[in-house]
């Protein structure tokens, strides 16, 4: 347990020094500052409408730039250990591979952690300065949104162990912003013969239908009612997120082991 900590502890310091985790913050507030102005600066409404508004777009805009920086992050706790040749060091230890795969995986976590409880505060304080309300829907909507990063960081950290991390970082973002379908129509409607695009086909709908629906964790639409959000369903989508993370550490820790062997081979 004294090493997973460590090992994550490690991680999640080497990120928060890393110049690309500072690019990317400073492009997520200028983002955030783009949206939000147009908001506030609309004198037609009401300070409590222009409020709300605010806050679900920080949220939402949390949610696009969140999933990319997540993916980022978790190829960059593989790559950085090669780039700086610390794999060695680290592997020379008594450390299990799991221990290594889920300590980085909880490195990341915690950073993320991080930027979402400087978000919660942000419209928390948004809100209650205009409303003097507090908004328990805004928690949960920032905590499933978190829950769902959780699948990017560890698919990321499994697939930059045997892929290139650019390519491993494009494969995790493609996942998740719809592009699989657009490929997918774009090959079926092709007009290659049929013998020309059934593995090209049966491969991105494969992917496709097996990729993690991550709109389940963007809580933005049936948060206007809290009727609709059910403890039934809540915990459903905790289990499922759970239970493939839990698998795809399960492959990353697996792989991290084959490939040392390989190599004392």
Not at 32 to 41: F, G, L, Q
Not at 151 to 166: D, E, F, G, T
Not at 186 to 193: E, G, I, N, Y
Request: aromatic share 8%.
């Amino acid at each position: 347990m004294n090493a997973l900590v460590a090992i994550a502890r490690t991680q999640f310091r080497r990120t928060m020094r890393s110049r690309v985790f500072l690019a990317c913050v400073l492009v997520a507030i200028a983002c955030a500052a783009i949206v939000v102005e147009p908001i506030v600066n609309i004198r037609t409404q009401t300070p409590g409408s222009v409020a709300a508004a605010a806050a679900w777009e920080v949220i939402s805009l949390f949610s696009t730039l969140g999933f990319g920086l997540v993916a980022i992050l978790g190829v960059s706790a593989i790559h950085s250990e090669t780039r700086d040749k610390t794999w060695q060091a680290l592997l020379c230890k008594p450390i299990s591979p799991w221990k290594i795969v889920v300590g980085k995986f909880l490195g990341v976590m915690a950073v993320m952690s991080a930027l979402t409880a400087f978000v919660w505060g942000c419209v928390h304080v948004l809100v209650a300065v205009s409303l003097h309300r507090y908004f328990p829907r805004l928690d949960l909507a920032l905590a499933f949104e978190l829950l769902g990063l959780t699948i990017p960081a560890a698919l990321a950290i499994c697939l930059s162990l045997r892929i290139h991390p650019i390519a491993s970082a494009i494969i995790v973002l493609l996942l998740r912003y719809d592009a699989l379908d657009a490929l997918f129509d774009a090959v079926t409607s092709s007009q290659h013969s049929t013998a020309v695009l059934l593995v090209p086909a049966t491969l991105i709908g494969a992917a496709r239908a097996i990729a993690p629906p991550y709109d389940l964790f963007i809580l933005g639409d049936t948060l206007s009612s809290a009727a609709t959000i059910l403890w039934g369903r809540q915990l459903w989508i905790t289990g499922y997120a759970t239970a493939l993370v839990a698998l795809v550490l399960a492959s990353a820790s697996y792989l991290l082991r084959h490939r040392e062997l390989a190599k004392a081979v």
